[in-house]
């Protein structure tokens, strides 16, 4: 989106919502070199973001799914909604920052889940291990004892990276 005030062309999305009537999109957002905030109205079906899955399939990119996914992560954990929501936004502006106007799914995951590691252990766990494909348990396996090795005692282990 061009800048209203100076016409640059990047921007952050810091709020979508969908309008009433379900039609169209409403986005705030701020623009990256003067920090301005402008809104925009778009229509649903012409915005075409898309996520690849593992597979190749695609599917529109749904707010309301990566939500889903954090709020049930986050299940009595100390993550407020607002976290979570800023974690979405940033989620979707990876996915509208695509020149490619899609992103995969494993990538938008790994964004998700740095965000959640920063916020909260148990829900980062949790979102991992409904988010990690198999073959990849032992890499999770792996991750886990970190995480928790920084906390307990710390067991003695060639340095794996
Ligand atoms: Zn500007």
Redesign the pocket.
């Known amino acids: 989106m061009r800048?209203p005030?100076?016409?640059?062309t990047q921007d952050k999305v810091i709020d979508s919502r969908e309008s009433k009537d379900a039609d169209s999109i409403r986005r705030r957002r701020e623009?990256e070199?003067?920090?301005?905030r402008f809104t925009t109205y778009e229509r649903l079906d012409e915005i075409p973001y898309m996520v690849v899955k593992k597979d190749g399939r695609r599917e529109k990119f749904d707010r309301q799914k990566v939500l889903s996914g954090l709020l049930h992560s986050c299940q009595k954990r100390n993550v407020s909604v607002t976290q979570m929501q800023e974690i979405v936004d940033a989620a979707e502006s990876f996915v509208v920052d695509s020149p490619e106007r899609e992103r995969s799914t494993a990538a938008v995951g790994e964004l998700i889940m740095g965000r959640l590691k920063d916020i909260d252990t148990v829900a980062y766990i949790r979102f991992a291990s409904v988010y990690r494909d198999f073959k990849d348990v032992r890499e999770f396996k792996q991750e886990l004892e970190d995480l928790l090795g920084g906390r307990e005692i710390k067991p003695k282990r060639p340095m794996a990276r």
């Open positions: 800048c005030f100076c016409s640059f623009c070199r003067c920090n301005k």
